[in-house]
């Protein structure tokens, strides 16, 4: 299984949905690899199964080829190797995406400039200017494949200075105008820049808030490129696009009262090196706070409560097989107010621990 992103958000999101679901009880091994995972089965029925699940969760493209491993001349009997190739689509929750102008006519005539909302079984994309939604599955995608536009990595951080509601509504969103200046600029400059944003809800005057800047900024895109020489669409393209409201944290590793499972994986021979483990570890926390921040992600997820938490990252390099990932910092009471907490009564208790921990078991 592939993924051709720079970042493991995605693969950690579809780890939770094969624990949840238990999709990988059959696997002889989980091996890392190459933007992406190995996963290993006794059987061609076995790999089949776990193929259709990744099929029914995330967009992705299959291709299957087969080898032939031994043939015995004097019973006609052939053993083969079976594999199925794996492609997830390179777009991720949170990305900018140009669209290609006819795609966008096809699905609504939405703006063609979309942020993608949510990855499930299909790609989510929502226009912040209007509200305006669209599902892209995975045929239509890999009829006319696209890349994003930007990711998270390129997040600026701005500062709300005014911010007007609205009437227009659709689900958690709040369509409002927003002004803002970038968390850089205040105190050197009076730059403000001007958008429309479906984040009505969650803003106020004062807020910080993660958005992709767009002028001044060379994408090299041919997608916005043609979106800049359209004369329908060269209009609609905003200054800046705001994508969820930043919420300041004291502590990187916060003390949190719950948990998720992991994958115990072999790492073969790509045992990181401490930059690549500082950033696994940092798209790792950054996957841990979207579950806080995002009720829709966190209700496809098993989380579980934390009854023991200790200091440290979120990850042991010789954690069993599905061991608890804990992410805690020290227990001074100084936590930060604002940021979103989740409720006990959203948290299954571990019984694997409880019965580790029972000596009357």
């Keep these: ?8 958000r995605t693969f950690l999101f579809l780890e939770q949905l094969i624990l949840k679901h238990g999709a990988h009880r059959e696997t002889l091994n989980i091996k890392e690899a190459k933007d992406g995972i190995d996963f290993f089965f006794a059987a061609r029925n076995q790999a089949e199964k776990f193929v259709d699940f990744l099929n029914s969760v995330v967009p992705i ?29 390179p777009i991720c929750k949170d990305d900018l995406v140009a669209l290609p102008i006819k795609i966008a006519k096809e699905f609504g005539n939405i703006s063609p400039l979309v942020l993608c909302h949510r990855v ?62 970038r968390a850089s600029d205040l105190g050197v400059n009076d730059n403000t820049y001007f958008t429309r944003t479906h984040l009505g809800r969650f803003l106020q005057p004062g807020d910080s808030v993660m958005g992709y800047m767009l002028t ?18 060269s209009s609609t393209v905003p200054d800046v696009v705001l994508v969820k409201k930043h919420y300041q944290r004291k502590h990187r590793n916060r003390r949190r009262n719950w948990k998720l499972k992991r994958m115990a994986k072999d790492e073969g021979e790509l045992l990181p090196k401490k930059a690549d483990q500082e950033r696994m570890d940092n798209d790792y926390e950054m996957f841990l706070r979207d579950v806080e921040e995002d009720e829709d992600l966190r209700a496809a997820l098993a989380l579980y409560k934390n009854t023991k938490p200790r200091t440290g990252g979120g990850r042991t390099d010789d954690a069993p097989s599905d061991a608890m990932s804990v992410v805690d910092t020290d227990d001074d009471g100084d936590d930060d107010d604002e940021v979103p907490s989740i409720n006990l009564d959203e948290l299954l208790e571990d019984f694997e621990e409880l019965d580790v921990n029972d000596n009357h078991g």
Excluded at 1 to 7: D, F, I
Excluded at 74 to 84: A, E, I, W
Aim: no cysteine; net charge neutral.
């Design 120 to 181: 499930g079984s299909r790609v989510y994309l929502v226009d912040p200017s209007t509200l305006q939604t669209a599902e892209i599955n995975a045929a239509v995608y890999w009829r006319a494949p696209f890349s994003s536009l930007a990711d998270t990595k390129e997040l600026v951080e701005f500062v709300v200075i005014d911010i007007d509601r609205t009437p227009t509504r659709k689900a958690k969103w709040h369509l409002a105008e927003a002004t803002v200046a």
């Design 1 to 8: 299984m592939r993924q051709k992103v720079l970042h493991k």
């Design 61 to 89: 493209k299959m291709k299957k080829s087969q080898e032939l491993i031994s043939e015995d001349i004097h019973t006609s009997t052939k053993s083969f190797k079976f594999t199925y190739s794996v492609e997830l689509v």
């Design 216 to 233: 001044g900024t060379n994408f090299n895109n041919t997608e916005l490129d043609a979106i800049e020489a359209s004369d329908v669409y």
